[in-house]
Antibody, heavy 118, light 110 residues
């Protein structure tokens, strides 16, 4: 079955960067899209961006443009998201979400808590 | 404030039927399919409905989804205490070229 296992919790100071990884198993990695979604404490879900697992093409929510990088390594079936110039309001749980096809069927990772605090 | 509008709360008693709405526009719900998710405290969202009205394996028949025009709905019949959770709708927006989520609805089973 499809599994997405994310890296562990991170603590960073404002202005620093953080990289979260997502290791996939149970499907052909170079498939459709891997999305990244975040959820601030007590808040709703917010889309950060996505990467086409086959081509590597990316697109991001406008508010993250210039601060986020998404990559994938097909040899290790791992997708990663790096967010730079962190602020306190970037504190959130970050999820990787694999979309199987245009149907919208998706699988979620367990989430990674990123805490930004001085 | 989310582009997709959901009521912040809903409630019902055991056995009742509850519906949760998700209102959007022509660039999102009006032209793309809708997913619904259930989120229990401290856990990742769980896919309940995809492609407007399709249930993944394991999701009970008493949970259903529908879409009409620029709005979508999630219906839960035979309400159970285990249904108490947050529910989110999601779709793609062609104008923003990005994925959108509703603000979420907290369902309380009285």
């Amino acid at each position: 079955q499809v599994q997405l296992v994310q890296s562990g919790a991170e603590v960073r100071k404002p202005g620093a960067s953080v990289k979260v990884s997502c290791k996939a198993s149970g499907y052909t990695f170079a498939g459709y899209y891997m999305h990244w979604v975040r959820q601030a404490p007590g808040q709703g879900l917010e889309w950060v961006g996505r990467i086409n697992q086959k081509s590597g093409d990316t697109n991001f929510a406008q508010k993250f443009q210039g601060r986020v990088t998404m990559t994938r390594d097909t040899s290790t079936s791992t997708a990663s998201m790096e967010l730079s110039r962190l602020r306190s309001d970037d504190t959130a749980v970050y999820y990787c979400v694999y979309t199987v096809s245009t149907s919208g069927f998706d699988y979620w990772g367990q989430g990674t808590l990123v805490t930004v605090s001085s | 404030q989310s582009v997709l509008t959901q009521p912040p709360s809903a409630s019902g008693t055991p056995g009742q039927r509850v519906t949760i709405s998700c209102s959007g526009s022509s660039s999102n719900i009006g032209s793309n399919t809708v997913n619904w998710y259930q989120q229990l405290p401290g856990t990742a969202p769980k896919l309940l409905i995809y492609s407007n009205n399709q249930r993944p394996s394991g999701v009970p028949y008493r949970i259903s989804g529908s879409k009409s025009g620029t709005s979508a709905s999630l219906a839960i019949s035979g309400l159970q205490s285990e249904d108490e959770a947050d529910y989110f709708c999601a779709t793609w927006d062609d104008s923003l070229n990005g994925r959108l989520f509703g603000g979420g609805t907290r369902l309380t089973v009285l």
